[in-house]
């Protein structure tokens, strides 16, 4: 039945009588009620399962509060972004050449200007091994695809082939195998699958490691080749840079090269992308890179400006995503595949011309080998924490990862990322260089103003530097 | 030069119509000529041809002396072997038509000779058909083509990618390396299906395994077994499928019969079912306390269970529909009353507390000692102190001496209900004397308590408003019914309550004689005692009565208002409860206190608009605004410009105006400009000014991939961040479009991509074509 629960209180102080009333009914009372199911975690390592109310009224201006986020992220993305990791001293001229390791991701072997050949162990920054490879400059050094052993050619005519252990307590330093040449050889590099490796000079040569004689020899004109990249992932097809300003293609198995394009400019290495067959990048001196579609050689894929002097080395990444550039004007930059400017430039004060680079195969870290006999390690993401991350960690990283994307059209934003600190000669040569660009467009603009419609066409800034493809 | 002179050589060999080919001299180019030299030579020496023997032999001579004179070595020719009249460097020597040498003639010797092989013989019909055959290229020229067929083969060969490629450029996200395998724990199945026997050992094993059709997978049962498993005998089925059948018609004979039941109305024939089944129910379960206990005790533990429910539920508690017309009937009826008892007989059985029963006094002293927990009757004692409660009125664990006290109304109540609740209450009252002996005690000492604290002067008034509204109520003569009386006894009580408030601020507004602010000040009571007392049905009516109150409020005629309100109330046979529960407590200090009047007042007006307004007091932000917006307007407007200047083309000096016509034509007038934004909306000022600090982090022109600048915004607009979106799309969102495992190394694409993207190419032309089907 109905009854009444009267609490009396009195305070003493202000005599104020304080009644509650509360009646209790004997009926049903709905209560909130939860199923403890939906709010209590089964374990202490689950997460705590918080409820949240999605509706966007609750959560207003959306928008500014996601650009805000992203303007923090991209300062903080600035902020920590500490790309030069390690230097590797210990060559005594400068760095001429420098090859991963196939099957070992701390492994390094370069090569210098006196000959010398270096092992180097990347975790350790240490130098493993050294050995007298060559008399004057060490040109290519490559790994064997099974990585087992590696091969040096060098300014004394001779292709050398290494064990890559040491030898033993008391054993002399011997190449397993050395191959004398007629001629001088600028560059090396190895078959994906084969024993097979391919030479370059004053002719390309294709040589099988049993033999001491080329198998195949390609010429096409007379001049001296620069450098030889076999394609990764057709790997019977190759390409070579010859000082006639040419590119040259090459199929192992024919008897005759396949194609070749003449630039404005010498070329002085290139690189295949290793997860797209057909594109390949040429580090060109006259300090842009271009991306060639390999089936249509009549004009580049992409253009990439941003260096002030010759380009001298350039690798992919082994995500094929992006690439790097090693040049004569002291940096390194990092261009996205299909981007026309770097997204990255590193430079330190010591570092002189930087003469090779390699991307390492995980896809972390940079090697850049300079004039002034160091190697250099860095971060391939300048503001990328290394280690193992925390999940949370990932999420919000990945997170603010896609709000700078999201706004990265944003005036401030923009600049915010795009802002470098250039040392001053380069940076005045940026400008320089802009000023000229912008004269030349301007006169080129004047005088197709001043003549007869159609007689000064249009040319784009792809078919500028292509002057011929021969066939 | 070289080629040249070779095309005339051909020529000349045609003229003189030896039927020998280009062929064969393409075949052993080099036996004919090499030097240009030498083909001079020749030349003349054709022509020479023609002339007679003789004069050949001297010009022979000739030549070879001036040929001697030159000093160059002539290269030798070709030696014949042939047995010929005459002699010449070309290798078939035919003088007369009739000499000339066939085709058609070698061929016909190669087919006399069974040693020419057939393929030779075959070439050679075939150049007896045709009529000649283009030159070679040079080497310069087949080496381009041999280049560019390579080249072509190539690029065919390497577009073999582009498929893999675009995919991947396409995709959201990449896992590298390519070929890796999932991580973590797989299903089992997967392990097991992927598994395969390799070493002869297994393969031997496995073969024998699956010829003997022995299970591999899931070690249990044979195919064989499984099956003798599931077979079942043609008889045993048939009985269990009559059993079967036999159950269900069963049950729905049962279940037509329990409708059938149910739905008879008479009272009678359920009472007696249910007796029938109480008793069969009895008897079973006395047997099974013999048989099996402990399902016996399971099916009092359901009893118990049953009656607990029982307890909670409003069943057999008088409050029924039947319930209420039995206690009109009561009175009058010996039947209807019985069967009310019984009623409350069996409520009483069902809400005896079972366990508490042996050691009850201890427990319910307990709960006495504790101010929280306790239990109804405790309280009670409290009543003269609230005399506006109405429970504590009448109810079955009063003190004797209040008893007394209130014996008139009791008394006048009873007399008038007939007295057979009374009788059921004076039961109640037997059986809990003991429990409330002690009870009292505690009651007695804390009225002592409350009576050295509380205000008596008070007190007293109230209690005799309260003994005065009572016996008016009791005047009234209309309850019938005990209970029912009882409640509207409460909303009377309420009502009591709300007019006292209404009389103490009468009692502050003694001073105002004025009628309006007496209604001014009865509107603010209606508001502050709370709306739901508006809400009510019969709201009007108590408002009337209120109002009628108010107005004679000097005489007070309080007893027939609330005699009003009790039978405005009357018709309502219940609490009601929004009423009571939803009441501030505020309106009892009123009655209580009085003396804290003052504060009360102020705490009314100490609302929110109060408070703001009270802040605010100094400054008028209405018309500060209305000022600044009409400012801004202002500003907008178009202004007239006065360009007037005194003298030009006029009479100049002090005191002189310039000319209407001039001023009319130096008078600048701009346009309006246009409507303003906020012109309808009074209390917005809209500025239409471009905000320098905004737009410097604003988008000036349309970014790259975006097409229009709709599609550009739906992209901003839409938030990314777990703040608006669940997690499961927030992960989704904000995948990251390469992913690179720690410490792998990546391998350039592989030959494999290129098979596995084949094959899942092929499987999703299949599902597209099925879709296409369907």
């Not at chain 2, 409050?319 to 009937?329: E, H, P, V, Y």
Request: glycine share 4%; charged share 30%; aromatic share 6%.
């Amino acid at each position: 039945m109905t009854s009444i629960h009267r609490h009396y209180n009195v305070s003493s102080a202000n005599a104020l009588h304080v009644y509650a009333f509360s009646v209790h009914f004997q009926m049903k009372v709905k209560v909130l009620s939860r199923n403890p199911d939906d709010y209590v975690r089964e374990t202490k390592l689950d997460i705590q399962r918080v409820p949240r109310n999605y509706d966007p009224s609750l959560h207003p201006f959306e928008v500014s509060r996601e650009y805000t986020r992203a303007l923090n992220a991209t300062k903080l993305e600035r902020v920590f972004a500490k790309p030069f990791l390690a230097s590797l001293d210990g060559h005594r001229d400068g760095v001429n050449c420098m090859a991963k390791h196939t099957k070992s991701l701390s492994t390094l072997l370069s090569g210098s200007c006196d000959g010398e050949v270096k092992m180097w162990n990347l975790t350790k920054h240490d130098c493993v091994r050294t050995l007298q490879a060559h008399e004057g400059f060490v040109r290519g050094i490559v790994v064997r695809y099974c990585g087992t052993s590696f091969f040096t050619v060098g300014d004394d005519k001779t292709i050398k082939q290494w064990k890559m252990e040491a030898p033993g307590y008391g054993e002399a330093e011997e190449p397993l195998n050395t191959i004398l040449g007629k001629t001088v050889f600028t560059g090396l590099d190895h078959h994906q699958k084969e024993a097979v490796f391919a030479t370059c000079g004053q002719q390309v040569d294709i040589w099988d490691e049993q033999r001491s004689s080329p198998i195949r020899s390609f010429t096409w004109g007379v001049d001296s080749f620069s450098s030889v990249r076999f394609n990764p992932v057709e790997t019977e097809l190759l390409a070579s840079c010859a000082s006639d300003r040419s590119i040259v293609l090459y199929d192992m198995r024919e008897s005759a090269p396949l194609k070749k394009v003449i630039m404005t400019m010498r070329s002085n290495t290139l690189c295949w992308n290793p997860m797209e067959a057909y594109h390949f990048t040429c580090a060109n001196e006259d300090y842009n890179l271009y991306t060639y579609d390999m089936r249509n050689l009549d004009r580049p894929f992409m253009v990439h400006m941003d260096h002030v002097s010759a380009v001298l080395d350039v690798d992919y990444s082994p995500t094929g995503k992006e690439f790097v550039s090693a040049s004569f004007d002291k940096t390194i930059r990092i261009f996205q595949k299909d981007g026309g400017h770097s997204r990255e430039v590193y430079h330190t004060k010591r570092m002189q011309h930087v003469i090779c680079v390699k991307w390492s195969a995980d896809n972390k870290y940079i090697l850049s080998g300079s004039d002034e006999m160091n190697i250099r390690l860095w971060k391939a993401n300048a503001a990328e924490k290394l280690g193992v991350l925390a999940p949370r960690e990932k999420q919000a990283i990945n997170y603010n990862q896609k709000l700078k994307e999201k706004f990265q059209h944003h005036p401030q934003i923009r600049r915010i990322t795009h802002h470098r600190h250039l040392p001053k000669n380069i940076y005045h040569q940026t400008k320089e260089l802009r000023i000229m660009k912008e004269a030349r467009k301007r006169k080129e603009r004047n005088v197709r103003k001043h003549s007869r419609p159609g007689t000064v066409p249009v040319v784009s800034e792809k078919e500028k530097h292509v002057v011929t493809v021969v066939k | 030069m070289a080629k040249v002179s070779k095309a005339k050589m051909s020529k000349k060999v045609f003229k003189k119509s030896s039927e020998v080919t280009v062929n064969s001299t393409a075949l052993k180019p080099e036996v004919v000529y090499d030097d240009d030299d030498d083909l001079k030579g020749a030349d003349e020496e054709i022509i020479s041809e023609e002339e007679d023997g003789e004069d050949e032999r001297k010009r022979q001579h000739l030549l070879e002396a001036i040929s001697a004179l030159g000093g160059k070595r002539r290269k030798a020719l070709g030696e014949r072997s042939e047995a010929a009249v005459q002699m010449s460097e070309f290798m078939v020597n035919a003088e007369d038509e009739s000499e000339r040498v066939e085709l058609s003639d070698l061929i016909q010797i190669i087919e006399k000779t069974s040693t020419v092989p057939a393929k030779t013989k075959k070439q050679l019909k075939n150049l007896q058909r045709s009529k000649t055959i283009e030159c070679p290229l040079s080497k310069q020229e087949s080496e381009r083509i041999q280049r560019d067929v390579a080249f072509q083969k190539a690029a065919t060969d390497i577009s073999r990618w582009k498929s893999i490629i675009s995919q991947n450029q396409r995709a959201e996200q990449l896992m590298f390396p390519l070929n890796q395998e999932p991580s973590g724990p797989k299903p089992m199945e997967r392990v097991v299906t992927g598994w395969k026997a390799q070493t002869p050992l297994e393969q031997e094993i496995f073969a024998l395994l699956s010829a003997n059709k022995q299970p591999i997978n899931d070690p249990i049962l044979t195919p064989i077994e499984q099956a003798s498993m599931r077979a079942m005998s043609l008889e045993e089925a048939k009985v269990r499928r009559a059993e079967l059948q036999k159950a269900r018609a069963l049950q729905s004979y049962y279940e037509a019969q329990a409708r059938r039941e149910k739905k008879i109305k008479s009272k009678k024939f359920h009472k007696v079912q249910n007796k029938a089944k109480r008793k069969e129910f009895l008897k079973q379960f006395d047997e099974m306390v013999k048989t099996d206990p402990a399902a016996a005790l399971e099916e009092l533990n359901k009893m118990e269970v049953a009656r607990m429910q029982e307890r909670m539920s409003l069943k057999h508690q008088n409050s029924g529909k039947w319930a209420k017309s039995r206690a009109i009937m009561a009175k009058y009826n010996e039947g209807a009353r019985k069967a009310m008892q019984q009623q409350l007989e069996v409520n009483k059985h069902l809400t005896q507390k079972l366990v508490t029963s042996l050691n009850g006094d201890d427990e319910e002293e307990e709960e006495a000692g504790d101010p929280e927990l306790l239990p109804d009757f405790v309280n009670d004692a409290e009543q003269d102190l609230d005399s506006s409660n109405p429970w504590m009125r009448g109810r079955l664990s009063e003190d004797p001496t209040e008893e007394e006290a209130n014996s008139d109304t009791v008394g006048l109540t009873t007399e008038q209900s007939g007295g057979m609740e009374y009788i059921a209450e004076e039961e109640e009252k037997v059986e809990e004397t003991e429990d409330n002996v002690i009870l009292r005690e505690f009651d007695s000492r804390r009225k002592l308590r409350q009576a050295l604290e509380t205000d008596t002067a008070v007190e007293m008034s109230v209690d005799e408003e309260e003994e005065e509204e009572s016996k008016a109520a009791a005047e009234d003569g209309y309850a019938s019914d005990k209970e029912e009386e009882r409640l509207c006894e409460f909303t009377n009580l309420f009502h009591e309550i709300v007019e006292g408030q209404s009389r103490v601020e009468g009692a502050g507004d003694a001073g105002r004689t004025d009628t309006s602010t007496q209604l001014e000040a009865e509107v603010i009571r209606i508001r502050t005692l709370g709306s739901v007392e508006l809400l009510t049905q019969d709201n009007s009516a108590t408002d009337k009565v209120h109002v009628e109150s108010q107005k004679p409020l000097s005489t007070e005629n309080l007893p027939s208002t609330t005699q009003k309100a009790g039978k405005s109330r009357k018709r309502k046979k219940k609490i009601q409860l929004k009423e009571v529960l939803t009441k501030e407590t505020k309106v009892m200090k009123v009655l209580l206190a009085p003396t804290i009047e003052a504060s009360e007042e102020l705490e009314e007006k100490l609302d929110q608009r109060g408070l703001i307004k009270e802040a605010f007091a100094g400054d008028d932000v209405i018309s500060e605004f209305l000022k600044d917006k009409r400012k801004q307007e202002d500003v907008g407007t178009s202004k007239i410009l006065d360009l007037t200047l005194p003298g030009w083309g006029e009479w100049g000096g002090t005191g002189l105006k310039p000319s209407r016509s001039k001023r009319r034509r130096f008078r600048v007038k701009n346009a309006p400009p246009p409507p303003r934004k906020d012109q309808h909306l009074p209390s917005v000022i809209i500025s239409e000014k471009r905000n320098s600090f905004i737009s410097l982090h604003q988008v000036n022109s349309l970014p790259f991939p975006f097409e229009n600048h709709t599609q550009f915004e739906s992209t901003i607009r839409s938030p990314l961040g777990r703040t608006w979106n669940t997690e499961r799309t927030v992960k989704k969102i904000t995948k990251p479009k390469v992913v690179t495992q720690l410490g792998t190394i990546i391998e350039p694409m592989a030959q494999e991509e290129l098979v596995k993207v084949k094959v899942s190419a092929g499987k999703n032309s299949c599902v597209d074509s099925l879709k296409i089907k369907y």
